[in-house]
């Protein structure tokens, strides 16, 4: 980990606090009581982070959590911006990576926090994909008890997902994102321009969790990116605005239940599917990311519900072709290497955290945008659609 | 750090879940909104942990943190209670100590929960002093993004001050408590039998804690302390009573309150000296102890009002004749091994968490039980203040 401090420079000549000649955001606004706060999504905000910030509070000093590739591509942009608001900040990097979700990792932020004398009137920032989101939130969450966060993803997946919500945290020898905390940012600022440094592989992956939202309670949202998928990957307009109705979409079910009690669960469709698939594969990112993982947990979902009755397989098909024009995988047999054997997948979704009284919860659905959750599947009609999922070679 | 793993016996005849014949143990209810709790303050409430907490929740598991020592006392008593409840427990030891609230520690106390299998129906006991209370806790707050928490204090001064208001934490290089978490509990058991096993200097330090509500904002308090202190000192209801009181002030405070913007910060009170003692004298329990150094605080934060024309110094007097009949220390004369330079305790106070802008954050009194939060003192004025309390020999 390294740490670098800035002053705000005296010497630059003030710049205009209105927002004279920049594009207008798009906003989304959480509402959660006190605990509100507002996603603006557009292009350029990373240059505008000080005046925005000072928008909703009075910062002396920040604190900019970001990993090694964050740092080079956009952290003295940010550390810039900061200073000709006259916010003090110091960047504080770690390593790349879901490694660094460690109580290890954790504890050097928390204590280069405290050295950087951020005090419960400053704030922390994370600046970085879904990793440095989760790291830096908890830290932030745990300070002095708590100081304000403010999430600047740069990855569509932290866009879309991690960075709306409140869910931090770090993992567990006996599982990911097993200790944390819920602690709800003070603003988001989703610089559209960041997805431009991204591989076409992480986009895509992205791009699947995208997808899910339309798949939760969003009809006219999947026929919408069924029309727009080419200018959505392009990028411009398509692309914020695909963005923001994701964080509409996970907005309201977040408002709706901050703390996971119930129909927060809704956002784990894909993922029970795709948390095996990512067990079984050993977490091995060059074989398959998180997205891909839930871009085949969807897919399965959908195929699922169809062998239990309860949808059309004309709709898991129509899934499958979404995915495939965006080049992501829907099927086992997608996944480099194989997806392991029927007892691997069983027995790494059984560890899985949702799972009471023996019996996985998935989220099943009756069409595209009608998920719903389920307790209690029989594990004989899963094993049986496990089966025949792995002898399909897709 | 021990383990064990307690079923409940299912041979053990039913207890009856009403309770007949038990003594009612006082209630001080703390209005929190949705994360309102109740403090039950009597005997023997240990024996009955099983059927108190099940009349609040419904757990099928329960962690029980404690030190070596409050395992050697109470760990199976509170098991066995729960175990007849059909409560499943597991034991969690640290060693006893303010060491025990590192990030290595705090780790050990997550991984041990969740290899307890404590889901988020289940809870998390703290069984001990300030020390396990305020570790358990934040782990408690950390582990699944938060369980419930039970805090079962067994001294003092955790039953009237660190059991009650939700602040959890661990220490950081950089200070005490600096990383943690607001998280309520949802109930407190305080039997005051534990009581009986402290020392006598353990129970008179926690005492300064009690004194300390008094001179807050409740002057018929201190009337009834002054009148009452040797039944306090030899237990029974007088104890409860004191006890249950205190609660009162802390909660009525916690609850305008909660995260301590405003008034909550004169629960502080004798603290800002009381740290500055505790730092120079190495945090040596040998030297001195939190409660003695509260003490001391207190008897300065009076005598520094007086000096400053705030009180009568007659007031002081009356606060340092009734800290010298509970046997506790007054003065910086009463620092076994001395108090250090005027040099050093100025540098102590000035680390102060409180401290902004350079000047310290005092709560000063104008009287007993009229204690008020006053920001920017005069260096100068406490420097002279500090100087002729190091002259006087008390």
């Known amino acids: 980990m390294n740490e670098q401090a800035s002053e705000p420079s005296s010497e630059k000549a003030p710049e205009p606090s209105s927002n004279q000649g920049a594009p207008i955001p798009l906003c989304v606004k959480v509402e959660l009581g006190a605990r509100a706060y507002e996603i603006l999504i557009g292009q350029g905000l990373m240059e505008r982070a000080g005046t925005l910030i000072a928008e909703t509070s009075k910062p002396k000093a920040a604190a900019i959590v970001v990993d090694e590739n964050t740092r080079e591509l956009f952290a003295q942009r940010v550390s810039d911006a900061l200073g000709a608001s006259g916010i003090r900040s110091a960047v504080i990097a770690v390593k790349p990576g879901e490694r660094s979700k460690s109580y290890r990792v954790y504890e050097e932020v928390c204590e280069a926090i405290l050295a950087a004398k951020i005090g419960r009137d400053d704030l922390v920032i994370a600046l970085g994909g879904g990793v440095v989101g989760d790291l830096a939130g908890f830290a932030a969450a745990s300070v002095r008890r708590g100081v304000a966060l403010v999430q600047m993803p740069t990855t569509l997946l932290a866009q879309v997902d991690s960075s709306v919500g409140g869910k931090t945290g770090i993992n567990s020898a006996l599982g990911k994102n097993l200790v944390g905390a819920f602690h709800q940012p003070a603003l988001v600022l989703a610089d559209t321009g960041a997805l431009d440094t991204l591989s076409a592989r992480e986009f895509r992956a992205g791009y699947a969790e995208v997808v899910k939202y339309a798949l939760i309670d969003r009809p006219q949202f999947f026929e919408w990116l069924e029309a727009k998928r080419a200018e959505i990957f392009a990028g411009g307009a398509a692309r914020?605005?695909?963005?923001?109705?994701?964080?509409?979409?996970?907005?309201?079910?977040?408002?709706?239940?901050?703390?996971?009690?119930?129909?927060?669960?809704?956002?784990?469709?894909?993922?029970?599917?795709?948390?095996?698939?990512?067990?079984?594969?050993?977490?091995?990112?060059?074989?398959?990311?998180?997205?891909?993982?839930?871009?085949?947990?969807?897919?399965?979902?959908?195929?699922?519900?169809?062998?239990?009755?309860?949808?059309?397989?004309?709709?898991?098909?129509?899934?499958?072709?979404?995915?495939?024009?965006a080049g992501l995988p829907s099927r086992l047999a997608h996944v480099p290497g194989g997806a392991g054997s029927l007892e691997a997948l069983t027995a790494a979704m059984a560890q899985d955290k949702k799972v009471r009284d023996g019996t996985p919860t998935f989220i099943l659905a009756r069409g595209i945008g009608r998920s719903f959750i389920q307790r209690g599947v029989e594990l004989e009609r899963l094993r049986n659609f496990l089966s025949s999922e792995l002898r399909s070679n897709g």
């Open 240 to 325: 914020a605005e695909a963005i923001a109705e994701c964080c509409r979409a996970k907005a309201a079910i977040v408002a709706a239940d901050e703390t996971e009690a119930a129909e927060r669960a809704l956002l784990n469709l894909g993922h029970t599917f795709g948390h095996a698939l990512e067990n079984v594969t050993g977490y091995d990112n060059a074989r398959l990311v998180h997205g891909e993982a839930v871009a085949i947990g969807c897919a399965m979902a959908f195929r699922f519900s169809a062998a239990l009755g309860l949808a059309d397989p004309a709709e898991a098909r129509r899934v499958e072709a979404h995915l495939a024009e």
